[in-house]
C-alpha cells in the first residue's frame, strides 16, 4: 500500500472537495502511524479495523522530495521516489532516506524503489516516436493545460522553443526510450547510479498495443 502527500488531484479540485491540503499535510505523519497501528491491530487503540485488521499490508513510503524521505526513514518504511516525473530531489532523498533509516518490525535494512519512465520499441525512431505522447503531456502539464494523452506526432522534440526541449530534457532524466539493448543499457545505468532494489516502470503510449510491446520487449530485455 503506497502512502504518500499528494492530494491526486490539481488544487481547484482538491478546494471543491473541501479538502484543506494545509492541514492534511501537517497530520500526514500522524495519519500513517495510526494506520500502520491499525493494520498490526495494536491494542492500545481501542478499535478494531475491519477487514484491515492484522492484515499483513506491506506499507510504502511515497515521495518526490525529501519529506518522505525522512518520514520513511524515520519509521522503517520502504521508500519510492516519484522520479519519471520529479526527478530533482533523487540522489539526495536516497542519501538522506539511507543514512536516516532506523530499522523496525517491518524493515530492517533500507529498501528503495525508483520509478522510470521506459518505453522500448523494434527499432529506436519508433520509440522516439512513440515518446512524443507522454512529451506532449509534459509539456501540457508545464502549460496549464493537462488532457488525455495524444497522438505521436514526428519531430513533435524538434518543434518546440527551446524552452521546452530543455524541460523534457531535464524531466526525462529518469527515462529509458529506444530499442531493447540501449533500453536495458539505460536502465543498467540508472540502477548503478542509484542503488536501486527495485525499478517501477512508467511509459505511457497513446496506442495500448504499443504500450504491452513495451512492457514485453523489456521484460525480455532484462531476463
Not at 532506523?102 to 519512465?117: C, F, I, K, T
Amino acid at each position: 500500500l503506497g502512502l504518500g502527500r499528494a492530494p491526486g488531484a490539481d488544487m481547484r479540485i482538491a478546494q471543491a472537495l473541501r479538502r484543506d491540503l494545509g492541514r492534511a499535510s501537517d497530520l500526514f505523519p500522524q495519519d500513517v502511524v495510526e494506520l500502520r497501528a491499525l493494520l498490526t491491530g495494536e491494542p492500545d487503540l481501542g478499535i478494531r479495523a475491519t477487514p484491515g485488521h492484522g492484515a499483513a499490508v506491506e506499507l510504502w513510503m511515497l515521495g518526490s522530495s525529501l519529506f518522505g524521505a525522512q518520514l520513511a526513514a524515520a519509521l522503517g518504511l520502504p521508500y519510492a521516489f516519484a522520479a519519471h516525473f520529479a526527478p530533482d530531489h533523487l540522489d539526495q532523498a536516497l542519501e538522506v532516506y539511507r543514512r536516516q533509516f532506523r530499522p523496525s518490525a517491518a524493515l530492517e535494512h533500507p529498501h528503495v524503489m525508483v520509478a522510470m519512465n521506459v518505453i522500448a520499441a523494434d527499432s529506436a525512431e519508433e520509440a522516439v516516436l512513440l515518446c512524443s505522447s507522454m512529451d506532449q503531456s509534459f509539456v501540457a502539464l508545464r502549460s496549464g493545460n493537462p488532457g488525455k494523452l495524444r497522438p505521436p506526432v514526428p519531430g513533435y522534440r524538434e518543434s518546440l522553443p527551446p524552452g521546452h526541449r530543455a524541460m523534457l530534457e531535464h524531466v526525462r532524466q529518469a527515462s529509458a526510450v529506444g530499442a531493447p539493448d540501449a533500453v536495458t543499457a539505460a536502465i543498467a545505468r540508472f540502477v548503478e547510479r542509484t542503488g536501486a532494489d527495485e525499478i517501477i516502470v512508467s511509459g505511457a503510449t497513446f496506442d495500448p498495443a504499443a504500450r504491452r510491446r513495451s512492457l514485453e520487449l523489456t521484460a525480455k530485455a532484462l531476463e
